[in-house]
Nanobody
Framework: QVQLVESGGGLVQPGGSLRLSCAASGSISSISLYSMDWYRQAPGKQRELVAVISSGGSTNYADSVKGRFTISRDNAKKTVYLQMNSLKPEDTAVYYC??????????????WGQGTQVTVSS
């Protein structure tokens, strides 16, 4: 069993910051071979990809968060982070951590966290 546990969500005023963490545990010795992502889902909307960090450390972001969010990883701690600055009400959503490892001779491995609520409101 592999668990991804998100933390760091909460209520913040517009313009504020939050740092989300996603810690991997269980039968996973390392996340170094995994691409790690953050998704979010707002009420009544589809889940959307927010940020990706590859196993090699390259990053990509949704246009809506570019310049405001930063994804990073600490393989030694088996943890991925999402630093969110200049938060807007439209960033309100449940944020999910996702890990994927593509394997050449077997099906890919995919794991999801339970999500953490981020609410941006005055």
């Amino acid at each position: 069993q592999v668990q991804l546990v998100e933390s760091g969500g909460g209520l913040v005023q517009p313009g504020g910051s939050l740092r989300l963490s996603c810690a991997a545990s269980g039968s996973i010795s390392s996340i170094s071979l995994y691409s790690m992502d953050w998704y979010r889902q707002a009420p009544g909307k589809q889940r959307e990809l927010v940020a990706v960090i590859s196993s090699g450390g390259s990053t990509n972001y949704a246009d809506s968060v570019k310049g405001r969010f930063t994804i990073s990883r600490d393989n030694a701690k088996k943890t991925v982070y999402l630093q969110m600055n200049s938060l807007k009400p439209e960033d309100t959503a449940v944020y999910y951590c996702h890990a994927e490892r593509v394997r050449l001779v077997a099906s890919s491995l995919n794991y999801w966290g339970q999500g953490t609520q981020v609410t941006v409101s005055s």
